[in-house]
């Protein structure tokens, strides 16, 4: 069918395989990931304070995120291994005295995407921060993980649509 959309990761009988991206031009690739984490207003006060009682757990996500990203290509099956030039996660703490949002932008010159880095590192960043303080909220509710942007790339740019006003 003309125009019809396929999975870049199975050859044509199904079978899994890792994209040959030899061939590709070398371009600036960027990705932007986003994601939440939910909690009760005496964990969000205890992390915007720094008291938390395992420390900084801001500075520890932060780090946790960065090294995961770094690391895609081992925990991801079928992930190109990439020489990325950057990554920067931010965090925010919102009005609402319980979500935490967390963004990571990704980028790199090379042959192939970064969107799963951008995601793994919002993904571990968010894990971190329930590992530090799950001894004061075990019910904490990681969500919304999801790409925002990407450029770079055959496929040229993607911004997700705004949802909600």
Request: proline share 2%; hydrophobic share 45%; with cysteine.
């Amino acid at each position: 069918m003309a125009g019809k959309k396929s999975f870049s990761h199975f050859d044509a009988a199904g079978n899994a395989w890792m994209v040959d991206v030899g061939s590709k031009e070398e371009t600036f690739r960027e990705a932007t990931a986003a994601g939440a984490v939910v909690m009760n207003p005496e964990t969000y006060r205890m992390i915007r304070e720094g008291s938390a009682a395992k420390g900084d757990a801001i500075g520890v996500a932060r780090i946790a995120g960065i090294m995961a990203a770094k690391k895609v290509d081992s925990i991801i099956p079928l992930c190109h291994p990439l020489a990325l030039s950057s990554i920067a996660i931010d965090f925010r703490f919102l009005d609402d005295g319980r979500t935490i949002s967390i963004e990571a932008r990704v980028g790199c010159k090379g042959q192939t995407g970064v969107e799963m880095e951008a995601l793994t590192a919002v993904s571990v960043a968010a894990l971190t921060l329930y590992d530090m303080c799950k001894s004061a909220d075990k019910g904490m509710v990681i969500s919304d993980i999801r790409l925002l942007r990407k450029s770079g790339g055959r496929s040229g740019v993607f911004v997700r649509e705004q949802q909600g006003s």
